[in-house]
């Protein structure tokens, strides 16, 4: 089993940038496809976006595509997501996710492990 542990979440004003990090135990790092997800109030967890084992495949939801960046350091376990021009829709409970299977890649079913989730809040 994998613990993940998010931080970085926070009070933004619209057009502004955070940068979550998520940290990994448990298991070795780079055996895991990394995502980040995200829970608006009221709405299903949604798919932000995913990372390969090695960072050498990435992919975005819609919505992430030109402002949102994930990445990752194997050597510090660790899984980031860079936020920029962020929205008031944006805001939500945003979750990493830990997966062995490269496989269904945007679904909840198919992460294993998550973190507790971090608070990010975009004031218009």
């Known amino acids: 089993q994998v613990q993940l542990v998010e931080s970085g979440g926070g009070l933004v004003q619209a057009g502004g940038s955070l940068r979550l990090s998520c940290a990994a135990s448990?298991?070795?790092?780079?055996?895991?496809?990394m995502a980040w997800f995200r829970q608006a109030p009221g709405k299903e967890r949604e798919f932000v976006a995913f990372?390969?084992?090695?960072?050498?495949?990435?992919y975005y939801e819609d919505f992430a595509k030109g402002r949102f960046t994930i990445s990752r350091d194997n050597a510090k376990n660790t899984v980031y997501l860079q936020m920029n021009s962020l929205k008031p829709e944006d805001t939500a409970v945003y979750y990493c996710?830990?997966?062995?299977?490269?496989?269904?890649?945007?679904?909840?079913?198919?992460?294993?492990?998550w973190g507790q989730g971090t608070q990010v809040t975009v004031s218009s």
């Open positions: 996710a830990a997966t062995v299977r490269f496989a269904g890649l945007r679904s909840v079913e198919n992460y294993q492990d």
């Open positions: 448990g298991r070795t790092f780079s055996t895991l496809v």
């Open positions: 990372i390969s084992q090695h960072g050498d495949g990435i």
